[in-house]
Structures are given as structure tokens and as C-alpha cells.
């Protein structure tokens, strides 16, 4: 998508999360889709390491709408992207760093972990994140939230997540404010800042939101991310939805529980809330033939607002592409 149509397209979710559910423009948004977003989930992260330079890189080449930096923060407080509260999946740190991990208990074993934030940026830095995935990403690094936002400037809308703040916060750093800091920083605070570079923030943590929104104030966009059980019964209820429409803008649901609960977009719908559903993968598309079928039912079928995937590329545009 180019610049003109990522920016008329994030114009009219916006108009979408305003509308009455009821409204004529809000029914031919959900029957033409011009809305839908295109989040690329950790970067293409199908092709490139999840989180490097170069999956967010590869992402907008792909026509990304968004990309998505998941935060951590390093023990100096510096917001960096990154999935996982430890660097030992995706980095070489056990190697360059043996003795600097923590032992837990993990299923009745003693197991080593190496957490994002015993480390400084500077050692961060150190790290190859690039080669677990393939050796032609040797020597890619784990980006600073800054870097992120940096390379996505005026090129795609950037779809951060708070990642376990609550453990930050027991750590001592308040992420929420580090995150609106590093926005301002930018001059990407404000709802609408700057159009072709816009943001939602987004958290499976409704404390986390609840900060953003009433104690710090922001009037960005936010999205609640729902994952499974008994609390997404309570969540994706009518009551569950109005709660949400509180403190967020849309939710983030697993696509299961979309498939698990009928009538589940067009109650968020009817709340006023967006639905952009994670996560599609090549290979991994369920009953569906492929990733794009499965892709277009979400969006023309089901008729949700945008959807993370970890194949951009892939992203069905319109109702003749989905059907082909």
C-alpha cells in the first residue's frame, strides 16, 4: 500500500471506532473492508528474524500498514524490541554471556535464563539476533525502540506492546511512561501527530492500558489483546466489551476465539471497538487451504478492522484476491 493509502486507510478505522454501529457508513465498511490493516507481526517475521532491522525492513517492502515492536526494557532503561522477557531464544547471549543467566524451576527442572533486563544496551548490543533464524541474518541486532520508530518514520504506522509491565513495574521501571517518553521524544505522543507515521499502543495487560489512558493521560490509540480461557468468555461478552470501551479503542483477539464466538466482531462493533485479531502464518491456516483463504474470511467474512500476520506479503487487499 503506498503513503496515500496507508494514511486514507488508518483515516477511516479511526472513523470506524467513532461511528454508530447502526450507521450506513459503518455496514459498508464491513461488506468493502477499506480499512483493514495490514500489522506485520514482529516484522515478517515468516522471512526474517522477528524484531531485527530487517524483518521490519522486509515488512514495509511488503506493503505493511504497521509494524509491530514488541518492548522490553534493558537494566539501564532503555526500551528495547524484543518478544520475550529473556534474550536466549533469539540471541547468542548464552555464548557471549555464559554465566550471567538466573536459574528458575520450570516444569520440575532447573532450567538457565538469561533476562533482557540484567543487561545493559551496550552488552545488548553484543548480541547476534539473527543467526538462530538463518545464517544469512548473522550479525543482526536486537533495535532500541527509538531505531524502530526511526526506520518506520513517514514509511508505516508502528503497533507497539507493552510487554509484561507488571514485572518491570516490580523492577522498578514504569513502562507505560517510558513508552510515552520515547513517543515524545519523536514528536509522536499526540493522537494524529504525524499521519503516515500514526500509533496504537497495545497490551495484553488492561492495567497497563488503564495507566496509559487515565493516569498518564494519553489520547493515543490503544488495543487490548485477549488470549484464551475463561476470563476471554467474560471479556468478549457485551458487558466485557463496554468495560473495554473504557480504557481502549479495539481489541486484539487470538483468531480462534473469534472462530469459538459468534457474533464476537460485531458485538465489539456495536461497542465501539475495533477487532484486529493475531496471528495468520504460512503453514499454519487451520481448516482453511491456505493463509491467504484464511486471511480473506477474517476480513471479508467476519469482517474484522486489520489483523497481524507474519506474512505481509500474503495480505488479502480485496474480495477477487481472496476468492482467487
Known amino acids: 500500500?503506498?503513503?496515500?493509502?496507508?494514511?486514507?486507510?488508518?483515516?477511516?478505522?479511526?472513523?470506524?471506532?467513532?461511528?454508530?454501529?447502526?450507521?450506513?457508513?459503518?455496514?459498508?465498511?464491513?461488506?468493502?473492508?477499506?480499512?483493514?490493516?495490514?500489522?506485520?507481526?514482529?516484522?515478517?517475521?515468516?522471512?526474517?528474524?522477528?524484531?531485527?532491522?530487517?524483518?521490519?525492513?522486509?515488512?514495509?517492502e511488503q506493503g505493511a500498514d504497521f509494524i509491530e515492536p514488541d518492548l522490553q526494557i534493558t537494566s539501564d532503561g532503555v526500551l528495547i524490541s524484543l518478544h520475550d522477557l529473556t534474550l536466549d531464544r533469539t540471541t547468542n547471549v548464552a555464548d557471549v554471556f555464559p554465566d550471567r543467566f538466573r536459574e528458575e524451576q520450570f516444569r520440575g527442572e532447573t532450567v538457565r535464563r538469561w533476562y533482557a533486563n540484567d543487561f545493559t544496551l551496550e552488552e545488548v548490543r553484543e548480541l547476534d539476533a539473527g543467526s538462530w533464524f538463518d545464517e544469512r541474518f548473522a550479525g543482526a541486532r536486537v533495535p532500541t525502540f527509538s531505531e524502530v520508530i526511526e526506520l518506520a518514520r513517514g514509511q508505516a504506522g508502528i503497533f507497539p506492546e507493552t510487554k509484561?509491565?507488571?514485572?518491570?513495574?516490580?523492577?522498578?521501571?514504569?513502562?507505560?511512561?517510558?513508552?510515552?517518553?520515547?513517543?515524545?521524544?519523536?514528536?509522536?505522543?499526540?493522537?494524529?501527530?504525524?499521519?503516515?507515521?500514526?500509533?496504537?499502543?497495545?497490551?495484553?495487560?488492561?492495567?497497563?492500558?488503564?495507566?496509559?489512558r487515565h493516569e498518564?493521560?494519553?489520547?493515543?490509540?490503544?488495543?487490548?489483546?485477549?488470549?484464551?480461557?475463561?476470563?476471554?468468555?467474560?471479556?468478549?461478552?457485551?458487558?466485557?466489551?463496554?468495560?473495554?470501551?473504557?480504557?481502549?479503542?479495539?481489541?486484539?483477539?487470538?483468531?480462534?476465539?473469534?472462530?469459538?464466538?459468534?457474533?464476537?466482531?460485531?458485538?465489539?462493533?456495536?461497542?465501539?471497538?475495533?477487532v484486529i485479531p493475531y496471528t495468520f502464518r504460512a503453514g499454519s491456516s487451520g481448516d482453511f487451504p491456505t493463509v491467504e483463504d484464511e486471511m480473506a474470511h477474517f476480513i471479508f467474512d467476519l469482517g474484522v478492522d486489520g489483523l497481524f500476520t507474519n506474512n505481509p506479503d500474503l495480505f488479502p487487499r480485496t474480495p477477487r484476491e481472496a476468492g482467487s
Not at 183 to 207: C, M, W, Y
Not at 240 to 266: M, N, Q, R, T
Request: net charge negative.
Open 1 to 60: 500500500m503506498n503513503q496515500l493509502g496507508r494514511t486514507v486507510s488508518y483515516a477511516a478505522l479511526a472513523l470506524c471506532v467513532a461511528c454508530s454501529p447502526e450507521s450506513e457508513e459503518t455496514a459498508d465498511m464491513s461488506l468493502e473492508s477499506p480499512a483493514a490493516l495490514l500489522v506485520a507481526h514482529r516484522g515478517a517475521s515468516g522471512y526474517a528474524p522477528e524484531h531485527t532491522m530487517e524483518a521490519y525492513r522486509l515488512a514495509m
Open 164 to 212: 509484561a509491565p507488571e514485572v518491570y513495574g516490580d523492577r522498578g521501571f514504569d513502562m507505560e511512561r517510558l513508552v510515552l517518553e520515547e513517543l515524545e521524544e519523536h514528536g509522536l505522543h499526540r493522537e494524529n501527530a504525524d499521519p503516515a507515521t500514526p500509533v496504537i499502543i497495545q497490551s495484553f495487560s488492561a492495567e497497563s492500558l488503564q495507566i496509559l
Open 216 to 274: 498518564l493521560g494519553t489520547e493515543l490509540t490503544l488495543t487490548f489483546l485477549i488470549s484464551g480461557g475463561q476470563e476471554a468468555e467474560a471479556w468478549l461478552s457485551a458487558e466485557g466489551l463496554a468495560e473495554i470501551h473504557e480504557f481502549a479503542s479495539g481489541i486484539g483477539p487470538s483468531k480462534g476465539l473469534l472462530l469459538e464466538h459468534a457474533g464476537a466482531v460485531d458485538r465489539a462493533h456495536q461497542a465501539g471497538l475495533t
